[in-house]
C-alpha cells in the first residue's frame, strides 16, 4: 500500500512539472521545453502456450503495478529561439 502511494506521489510531481509555466526571457532568445510524461494501465487477459502446456492468463493492471519495481517513459524536447 505504501508502495502504491509513493508511486502516486512521483507521479503527480511529475504530472505538475509538466505544466509549470517557465520564467519570460529576452524575445527570441526563449527556450521552449516541453515535458510530456507517459502514462499506461495495462492488463493481460487471454491465452498462451508453453511447452505444449495451454495456461489461462488473466492479470489485473494492480496486480502487474503492485510487482513492478521501477519503470518510467516520457518525452522532453527543449528548443531554443524561433
Given at each position: 500500500m505504501r508502495?502504491?502511494?509513493l508511486l502516486w506521489a512521483v507521479v503527480a510531481i511529475?504530472?505538475?512539472?509538466?505544466?509549470t509555466p517557465a520564467?519570460?526571457?529576452?524575445?527570441?532568445?526563449?527556450?521552449?521545453?516541453?515535458v510530456a510524461p507517459y502514462f499506461i494501465g495495462a492488463a493481460m487477459s487471454g491465452a498462451t502456450t508453453v511447452r505444449g502446456r495451454?495456461?489461462?492468463?488473466?492479470v489485473s493492471a494492480s496486480d502487474i503495478f503492485s510487482n513492478l519495481q521501477?519503470?518510467?517513459m516520457g518525452l522532453v524536447v527543449a528548443r531554443k529561439g524561433s
Open positions: 508502495r502504491g502511494v511529475v504530472a505538475a512539472g509538466a505544466w520564467a519570460a526571457q529576452a524575445p527570441g532568445d526563449e527556450w521552449d521545453v516541453l495451454d495456461v489461462d492468463v488473466d521501477f519503470g518510467a
